[in-house]
């Protein structure tokens, strides 16, 4: 297979299939832009078996991705989309990059969900945008940045149910769209511990990356109890 791409987290391969690409998770964990680094066997495959169950979930809910099938424990098929630079962030509780630029205490509850962009570019230390920013930059019109904003905060509810049910919290997590040939937004890239923050129902133990960002835990031992409230839920 081609390799069209090479992610921090993921390789992208033409899928020989027209609109398909073909996406190999790796056994790669960073932090901080690429700033803390590690190769952590094992990862990928927890990665894409999370993922791949989330977004069986929000399609069985009515959200579409690009998501088609699982192909193995660290494959999956998906369809192909231009990505659009923006790492869409919706916030339950305060916590991370929030709590330093605002202010606000660890673990505040925001009456509403906040919806944030931050534009996708490493050169620039993926900046947080307005929607001015954002459509200046050419990335969206105002009428899209309204359509990607509402279905953030519907992938929102229907993941913080998700998380609910296997009693844990959803405090924030970050998604990508990208457009299909017919101009529409598709959710894409992926969801799993790496790209949310998740705590336990009434403590701040944490079910996602900080583990690793903040060096308190394995990061397997740490996913592969997600997984398991995830598959525990299922039966
Ligand atoms: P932040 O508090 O660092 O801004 O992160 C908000 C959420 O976005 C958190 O769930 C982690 C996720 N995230 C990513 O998935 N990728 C990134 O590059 C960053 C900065 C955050």
Known sequence: MKLLYEG????????DQEGLL???YKDEVTAGNGAKK??????????????AKIFQYLKEHGVKSHFVEQLSETEQLVQAVDIIPLEVVVRNIATGSITKRLGFEKGTTFEQPLVEFFYKNDDLNDPLLTDDHVTLL????????DTLKS?????????S?????????????KIEFGRTPDGDF???DEISPDTCRIWAKDSDQNFDKDVY????????????????KLEDIER
Do not use: C
């Open 8 to 15: 921090k987290a993921k390789y992208i391969y033409d899928a």
């Open 22 to 24: 073909h996406v190999t």
């Open 38 to 51: 590690d190769k952590v066997p094992g990862k990928g495959r927890l990665n894409n078996l999370i993922s």
């Open 138 to 145: 050419d990335i969206a019109s105002k009428e899209e940045i």
């Open 151 to 159: 279905a953030a905060l519907e992938i929102n509810q229907h993941l």
């Open 161 to 173: 149910a998700l998380m609910a049910e296997m009693d844990l919290r959803l405090v924030d997590f």
């Open 186 to 188: 598709l959710l894409a």
């Open 213 to 228: 960002r903040e060096d308190t835990g394995s990061i397997i031992d740490t996913y592969e109890a997600f997984l398991n």
